[in-house]
């Protein structure tokens, strides 16, 4: 370690201790309320690379900055992040500066392939986190799960340490979670899409966007139970130390036709202090544009401790973490796209704390890449 690098992590614990108060005891979440939306344009590039495909934010007061997850898999440009400046006027979203993009790199030093390269060796880039304290940013990759009489590729999901773009070393993720020839483990575009760091940077928490196999049936209209994991992790050591369940919302409203798509997932997750999560639950059928998106405020230690449980399905002895709801976004009276990233946010000149949402447009002409504010009243 060099003494300027020794001297930047002095800097970056005194910065800790003097926020940890904010971040260890955070002040009763008491209502959300929208403030501005801002959008960027479709057609927007940055170091020649198309701007789109947001699925995780994350703010880094230090630096007041942000990091942006890009979803590309290699198939426009190499998996990437953004660095980004967002400027926020009053209680209005100024500006947002692309500032850097950085090249996921793997194992091997080379950037990731593309799926038409190799199924089993790409990724699908999806939560993202900076950890001041190792300098290093953890992201997660949903795998790729294809089984059917013509195709086969299975690829495990990931939770991944990068340092530059770097590949830095990983979390082993539970055995129960991987991808599977059988209807067994995670499903494909379902898998680890959320994460947060939690007690001063000492615990990282991931979740599944829908149920595993084995744990029951995904989301539907109808109002059934429909239970994801939530893995804990120690961040020092890299151990999963527990595992709870939580309960998804129906699918907010049915498709155009009742065998068209639909979908109710957890898209991102956020540390709110006292032992409480955030959580952003995002619906969306087929024949409705908007999707509905709905931000909780949830409890992992009010449920059931279920490591050692190979399946949730039917199992009596299994309760939900606890959880209420802060925001229908239904109720801001606009559009709202498909939200993927939920991070704090800085202070405004009010004393309030603000959150900042992200979306991923899919790099569809009809979608919209948007990042909203709103404000946090006690």
């Given at each position: 370690m060099t ?24 002040p ?6 929208f ?15 198309q ?11 230090g630096?007041?900055?942000?990091y ?14 953004y660095?980004?400046?967002i400027r926020?006027?009053g209680e ?7 500032l ?9 030093g080379q ?29 997660l990759?949903e795998g790729?799960?294809?089984v ?8 495990d ?5 990068s340092?530059?773009?770097k590949f ?6 539970a ?12 499903r494909?575009?379902?898998?680890f899409e959320a ?6 940077f ?20 109808e109002?059934?139970?429909?239970l ?7 961040v020092a050591?890299?151990?999963l ?28 997750i956020l ?8 959580v952003?639950e995002r619906s ?18 009010t ?15 299994v309760?939900?973490m ?11 009276g ?10 704090w946010?800085p202070?405004?000149p ?10 991923d ?5 009809f ?12």
């Open positions: 003494v300027s690098s020794a001297f930047q992590k002095v800097l970056i614990l005194l910065f800790l201790v003097m926020v940890g108060p904010a971040v260890l005891a955070q009763s979440i008491g209502q959300l309320v403030r501005d939306v801002y959008v960027i344009p479709n057609h927007t590039r940055f170091q020649d690379t701007v789109g495909g947001l699925s995780g934010i994350d703010y880094d007061a630096s007041d900055s942000y942006l997850i890009c979803d590309d898999r290699s198939s426009l440009q190499p998996a990437r992040y660095k980004a400046s926020i006027e209005k979203i100024d500006t947002v500066i692309f850097e993009k950085v090249d996921f790199l793997a194992e091997n950037t990731y392939p593309s799926a038409r390269e190799s199924r089993n060796r790409t990724i699908d880039p999806e939560g993202i986190r900076y950890n001041p304290m190792k300098q290093e940013v953890v992201w990759s790729e799960r294809i059917n009489a013509k195709d086969t590729a299975l690829a999901p990931e939770i991944l340490i340092r530059g773009g830095a070393g990983r979390y082993l993720i055995d129960g979670a991987a991808m599977r020839l059988r209807d067994y483990g995670a494909q575009n379902g898998s994460l947060t760091f939690a007690e001063q000492r615990t990282l928490w991931v979740a599944l966007e829908e149920p595993l196999y084995q744990d029951g049936p995904r989301a539907d209209v109002d059934s139970p429909s994801c994991r939530f893995f804990r992790y120690d050591t890299r151990d130390k527990a595992q709870y369940a939580y309960d998804l919302e129906p699918v907010a409203y049915a498709p155009l036709l009742t065998s068209a798509f639909r979908v109710n997932g957890i898209t991102d540390d709110a202090g006292n032992n409480k999560l955030l952003l969306f059928s087929t024949g409705r544009l908007p999707c509905t998106v709905k931000i909780f405020l949830a409890e992992p230690a449920g059931t401790e279920v490591s050692k449980l190979a399946s949730l399905k039917g199992d009596p002895q309760k939900p606890t959880k209420q709801l802060l925001l229908n976004m239904d109720s801001l606009v559009h709202v796209d498909n939200v993927e990233g939920i991070t946010g202070t405004l009010n004393g309030h704390r603000t959150l900042l949402l992200v979306t447009n899919n790099f569809q002409s979608q919209k890449t948007q990042i909203f504010l709103l404000e946090v009243i006690p």
